[in-house]
T-cell receptor
Framework: GAGVSQTPSNKVTEKGKYVELRCDPI?????LYWYRQSLGQGPEFLIY????????DSGLPNDRFFAVRPEGSVSTLKIQRTERGDSAVYLC??????????????FGPGTRLLVL | KQEVTQIPAALSVPEGENLVLNCSFT??????LQWFRQDPGKGLTSLLL?????REQTSGRLNASLDKSSGRSTLYIAASQPGDSATYLC???????????FGKGTSLLVTP
């Protein structure tokens, strides 16, 4: 399978804990995006990577959220001091060329995060 | 701020019917518009992508149209099948942007 993969598929944590969500993009894709989808809503943009650097992190809701992509491939979304309102499905997408807006973004299955 | 609205929120039709899903957006300065399908517990699958200079795109039983000046797009599904049951999401990318801006989706149920 050559699609975008995300782990874990489900994560249950307690309020105040730290969580890490992982995304493996399609091999060779230089652009990577994180979105968050709350129940009954469409996905909302969080952050966009062009290679190793975060080209736009304007969608991150606050400084408890942080994402890295140290080698330009796998990305990790990190959430500190989780709150119940962070419960959502976190989606990762990738596309072949950085910043080529005409390209389709390929989405992973998402990580469903539940904060108790 | 770009707002994307999808109507109806939910739709139930018997198998074989043709149907139309609607999408509207407030800022016409878009680069392209995409329609996605989302199945429960699954990621998004791109169905059709329409560049801002195009009027429509077709793939099999699906046809999407775009009227950029009026801020509207429609997704037409011909001869619906139970396997078409899913949530359909419309998303736009603004000029010089890259982040998809999504509507809330239309939940479609096609009954046998």
């Amino acid at each position: 399978g050559a699609g975008v993969s995300q782990t874990p598929s489900n994560k249950v944590t307690e309020k105040g804990k730290y969580v890490e969500l992982r995304c493996d993009p399609i091999s060779g894709h230089t652009a990577l995006y994180w979105y968050r989808q709350s129940l009954g809503q469409g996905p909302e943009f969080l952050i966009y990577f062009q290679g190793t650097g975060a080209a736009d992190d304007s969608g991150l809701p606050n400084d408890r959220f942080f994402a890295v992509r140290p080698e330009g491939s796998v990305s990790t979304l990190k959430i500190q001091r989780t709150e119940r309102g962070d419960s959502a499905v976190y989606l990762c997408a990738s596309s072949p060329q950085a910043g080529a807006v005409q390209e389709t973004q390929y989405f992973g299955p998402g990580t469903r995060l539940l904060v108790l | 701020k770009q707002e994307v609205t999808q109507i109806p929120a939910a739709l139930s039709v018997p198998e074989g019917e043709n149907l139309v899903l609607n999408c509207s957006f407030t800022d016409s300065a878009i680069y392209n518009l995409q329609w996605f399908r989302q199945d429960p517990g699954k990621g998004l699958t791109s169905l059709l992508l329409i560049q801002s200079s195009q009027r429509e795109q077709t793939s099999g039983r699906l046809n999407a149209s775009l009227d950029k000046s009026s801020g509207r797009s429609t997704l037409y599904i011909a001869a619906s099948q139970p396997g078409d049951s899913a949530t359909y999401l419309c998303a736009v990318i603004k000029n010089s942007g890259y982040a998809l801006n999504f509507g809330k989706g239309t939940s479609l149920l096609v009954t046998p």
